[in-house]
């Protein structure tokens, strides 16, 4: 089965898209210019009034790389409401259109044009965090990672000069190392040309090691990256959870700030109350600044 079936399998709700109450919605923003449907987002603005820049959240979608719609935004309302925040959400080239490195150039040009348009928005662009779940947690791991590497910061756009860079990032079950990728516990065969992964890289990981490197988070990890809340079901058998240790682990030695919350007895994405408590106070603290801690551990699932 596809990983973007059991996406929809296992976490229906996803797939549920209604405007938060209290927010002006911009739908279908152009942030590349060449009038593709993939390279669009949507854009959510309080109606509220502000004398100062908002923080902005920016949701990229999951899907195998090869489904998914921004249009799959409801998670992000949760965290986004209730608090000052504006919230996007977007579209990148799916691996039916484009290989690597096609969706990282997406996701980085969307990250320039909205910090470009943030005075205009009431943004503020030195505030931008980015979460993502499964695929879009392999791409806002990216984003974490690669804000001064420019053979992924790509071409696309009319804003070359603005940076790419995010204040924080959200892993929710991301790969962080395809080339650790298969093992016990994950029902994926990286040997099989089918699947979303193969498909992404344009090739199997054993026939596209240095693309399936190049195309990894853990491969980028410096001293100053963004910080990071990882979350991962220990019971995920599409995404080991070896990949979130992982990840962790080296984004530790990188001396980064870095938090993993494991879903006790969950699988390939969960949520619980606790855990979205969890998140918003992610937000809040590198966002608004406010003093809150985040435990590390076991989270509910349910």
């Known amino acids: 089965m596809r990983l973007s079936c059991l996406i929809a399998l296992v976490f229906p709700a996803l797939a549920q898209c209604q405007s938060p109450v209290g927010y002006q919605v911009v739908r279908n923003l152009d942030y590349v ?3 593709n449907p993939r390279q669009m987002l949507d854009l959510y603005l309080p109606e509220t009034k502000t004398t100062k820049p908002r923080p902005l ?42 290989i690597w490195p096609a969706q990282i150039h997406d996701c980085k040009a969307a990250i320039r044009a909205l910090r470009a348009h943030a005075a205009e928005n009431q943004i ?10 499964s695929a879009g947690g392999h791409l806002v791991s990216l984003l974490g990672v690669t804000g001064g590497v420019k053979e992924l910061e790509g071409e696309l756009g009319p804003n070359p000069t603005q940076s790419s860079r995010v ?52 491969t980028y990890i410096t001293e100053d990256d963004a910080p990071f809340l990882i979350i991962h079901g220990d019971k995920d058998n599409i995404v080991r959870y070896a990949q979130a240790t992982e990840f ?5 030695k990188a001396k980064i700030p870095a938090t993993l919350l494991t879903g006790t007895d969950g699988g390939h994405v969960f949520f619980s109350a606790p855990l979205i408590g969890h998140m918003r106070a992610f937000l809040d603290r590198h966002l608004l600044g406010k003093d809150v801690q985040i435990p590390e551990g076991p989270v509910p699932s349910k």
């Open 167 to 218: 204040t924080c990032v959200l892993d929710f079950c991301g790969p962080s190392n395809f080339l650790t990728f298969a093992g016990e516990g994950t029902i994926i065969n990286v040997d099989d040309p089918k699947t979303g992964l193969s498909k992404l890289i344009g090739g199997t990981v054993k026939n596209k090691p240095d693309v399936a490197r190049s195309a990894s988070p853990l």
């Open 57 to 98: 959240v920016v949701y990229i979608h999951g899907g195998g790389w090869e489904n998914g719609s921004k249009d799959q935004a409801g998670v992000l309302f949760g965290l986004i409401k209730d608090r000052d925040y504006a919230g996007a959400s977007i579209n990148y080239r799916l691996t039916n259109e484009a």
């Open 248 to 252: 962790d682990t080296a984004l530790a």
């Open 124 to 133: 503020d662009p030195d505030k931008i965090a980015v979460f993502g779940i």
């Open 33 to 35: 210019g060449a009038g």
